[in-house]
């Protein structure tokens, strides 16, 4: 049996830039969310193709909620990493902040996770390094992960509520 390579979050960390151009805006001169979901969706499988080597596949997208609009002009910065790996498939965290330069005001947008799974050439799942967290806040996100992947199984009906083992503890649930 061989043994998973181990990486750390930040050897998947990417920082990716944009500007807000007339064509990425709505009627009121916000950013479309649909272009921002875009960015996301990339910036996020860059993070999985460094942290797995592989061509990866979007496999599902967590709640996105937009705390504040981006304006046409501003700086929007998307910030993502794997917070961990599964066998195949690797859970990402992406932080959006947008700024307005002329005033110097930085603010959050949003965050989310998205799961990507490795695919070899085959286009088959295929296993990826194991996760190593360092610093307090990739603990956090590393313990999360688990609690999150039965969340997203049990709503996309892959998993029994029942068999959430995490999720029970984190809830206290009685089986």
Request: no cysteine.
């Given at each position: 049996m061989s043994k998973r390579k181990k990486k750390h979050p930040r050897e998947s960390a990417v920082n990716m830039t944009e500007f807000v151009l007339p064509?990425?805006?709505?009627?009121?001169?916000?950013?479309?969310?649909?272009?921002?979901?875009h960015w996301m969706d990339i910036v996020s499988a860059i993070a999985a193709q460094r942290h797995s080597n592989h061509l990866v596949v979007t496999a599902s997208v967590d709640n996105?909620?937009?705390?504040?609009?981006?304006q046409l002009g501003n700086v929007v910065t998307l910030k993502a990493k794997v917070t961990r790996a599964f066998n195949s498939s690797m859970e990402v965290r992406i932080d959006v902040e947008a700024e307005d330069v002329p005033s110097g005001k930085k603010f959050e947008s949003?965050?989310?996770?998205f799961t990507f799974v490795a695919l070899d050439d085959?286009?088959?799942?295929?296993?990826?390094?194991?996760i190593e967290p360092e610093t307090e806040e990739e603990i956090a996100l590393y313990d999360g992960a688990l609690r999150r992947r039965?969340?997203?199984?049990?709503?996309?009906?892959?998993?029994?509520?029942?068999?959430a083992k995490e999720l029970k503890s984190f809830f206290d649930l009685k089986p």
């Open positions: 064509n990425d805006t709505n009627t009121l001169n916000n950013l479309m969310g649909g272009r921002l979901m996105i909620s937009f705390k504040n609009s981006i949003n965050s989310a996770f085959k286009e088959n799942p295929v296993a990826v390094p194991v039965q969340l997203r199984l049990i709503l996309a009906g892959r998993m029994k509520p029942n068999d």
